[in-house]
């Protein structure tokens, strides 16, 4: 075999094997004990949104991810004066997105945007950085903790946190006939439709009952946001 075929079929087979080892592991298998909140602020009415709702429609699917990442779909009501109002968004929910702007010191909102446990915020199509930083946010201890059962929340918080119960709708699909994704079929996962705030922020080891229909719980500190646990009805159990 000819010198130069020999060295460009070792460069060749280097950069494979360089390309396999750099490709990262399953998101499943970087995650620490800790679940991870990601909350995605979306519209229909925007056509960024779609890569990052398929992109939490694949997580929310993943059975290996089941309770170990929670992810909640906040559809925002201020694309709905566009073309096409989105039948899931809501003032609320606006404005849960501009409270973080406030705390995470930012100049404005934006579509798609993840939030990880409350602490921190990017594009949310932007599948690396959002599994580099759902793998930081599970590698970090908490002392507080939720867990449900029996339709009883389990709470252990060190510090003064609201309890909060979110209803959410695992799949919908939506023809829009108007707007920037006018024409298009989208399929939306892990849609909130009902937040429900449980009493007065709690400190200690509490229970409290889990409202109808809810499904995923949250312990978020009432001044920055963070949230210190969350739980899920979803969540594996230690034989799965």
């Not at 930083?133 to 946190?161: D, F, L, W, Y």
């Not at 439709?193 to 978020?220: A, C, D, F, I």
Request: charged residues 20%; contains cysteine.
């Amino acid at each position: 075999m000819p010198r130069l075929i020999v060295i460009c079929t070792i460069v060749l087979a280097s950069v494979f094997v360089f390309d396999v080892a750099s490709e990262p592991k399953p998101l499943a298998k970087r995650l620490g004990p800790t679940p991870v909140v990601v909350e995605l602020f979306t519209s229909q009415g925007c056509s960024s949104c779609p890569p990052a709702d398929e992109l939490l429609g694949r997580i929310a699917h993943d059975p290996a991810l089941r309770g170990r990442v929670i992810p909640l779909a906040f559809h925002v009501d201020y694309w709905d004066h566009l073309g096409w109002r989105d039948p899931f968004s809501s003032a609320d929910w606006s404005q849960r997105q501009l409270n973080y702007v406030r705390v995470l010191g930012l100049s404005s909102a934006y579509t798609p945007q993840a939030v990880v446990n409350g602490t921190r915020e990017l594009v949310g199509s932007e599948e690396r950085k959002l599994f580099d930083a759902i793998e930081a946010a599970s590698k970090r201890t908490s002392s507080a903790s939720c867990s449900i059962s029996n339709g009883m929340i389990h709470i252990v918080a060190p510090r003064e946190v609201q309890v909060i119960a979110f209803t959410v709708d695992e799949e919908k699909t939506t023809n829009v006939a108007r707007g920037e994704n006018g024409g298009r079929t989208l399929v939306n996962f892990a849609v909130v439709r009902r937040l429900t705030r449980l009493g007065r922020p709690v400190s200690g080891r509490v229970e409290m009952v889990l409202p109808p229909e809810s499904s995923v719980v949250l312990l978020q500190d009432t001044r920055t946001l963070e949230i210190l646990a969350a739980c899920s009805v979803n969540a594996r159990s230690a034989t799965d």
